[in-house]
């Protein structure tokens, strides 16, 4: 069955520096992957998604992923980090039941 | 736009004590869901509703029971609650589409509390 691991429970990050949180999926090919991201005491939101039609993906408020089915990864990543951007996020994987990984907080320091 | 709705938001039990959890979807999608939230442990999946009449477990479905009543309905009834299942449950629903790629969407969260 499909899983997703997230490396770091915790990232912590000065404003402007970048953001790298890293997900990997298990051996088989998905044909979806998605960050999802939650601000605190909210629902979780998509922040983007994987559908094969591009390994480098765009997202809500600048953050992209990368695809790469050599290292079976699909971290996310913002050149640089915003205030804002304190969260937890959360890789996921479907098929008609999405699976997540145990999410990544980030804190953002000023 | 309303989304996914769940109620209550907030809710104290005793141990023992039943109650639902309300959640309604008004984007016409198939397929319903409920997870719980535990720090460190992620979300994961207490039922799940592929269409209208149909349930199924998913990875943590002990102690709960769900009825999928209609296609935007999907409620979740803890029978006897207990200090266990102190948690943040959160609702979903996803479209069938191909053009939605399943993506899933949340309500808000209801935090509940067993004492």
């Known amino acids: 069955a499909q899983s997703v691991t997230q490396l770091g429970s915790h990232v912590s990050v000065s404003e402007g520096a970048l953001v790298l949180l890293r997900c990997n999926y298990s051996?088989?090919?998905?044909?979806?992957l998605f960050w999802y991201v939650q601000y605190p005491n909210q629902g979780l939101q998509l922040l983007l998604k994987y559908t094969s039609a591009a390994t480098l993906v765009k997202g809500i408020n600048g953050f992209e992923a990368e695809f790469k089915k050599s290292e079976t990864s699909f971290h996310l990543t913002k050149p640089s980090a915003h205030m804002s951007d304190a969260a937890e996020y959360f890789c996921?994987?479907?098929?008609?039941?999405?699976?997540f990984g145990t999410g990544t907080r980030l804190q953002v320091f000023p | 736009n309303a989304g996914v709705t769940q109620t209550p938001k907030f809710q104290v039990l005793k141990t023992g004590q039943s109650m639902t959890l309300q959640c309604a979807q008004d984007m016409n999608h198939n397929s319903m869901y409920w997870y719980r939230q535990d720090p460190g442990m992620g979300l994961r999946l207490i039922y799940y509703s592929a269409s209208e009449g149909t349930t199924d477990k998913g990875e943590v479905p002990n102690g709960y029971n769900v009825s999928r009543l209609n296609k935007r309905e999907f409620s979740l009834r803890l029978e006897s609650a207990a200090p266990s299942q102190t948690s943040v449950y959160f609702c979903a629903s996803k479209g069938g589409s191909p053009l939605s790629g399943n993506t899933i969407y949340f309500g808000e969260g209801s935090w509940l509390t067993v004492v």
């Open positions: 996921a994987v479907p098929p008609s039941k999405l699976i």
């Open positions: 051996s088989s090919v998905p044909p979806y």
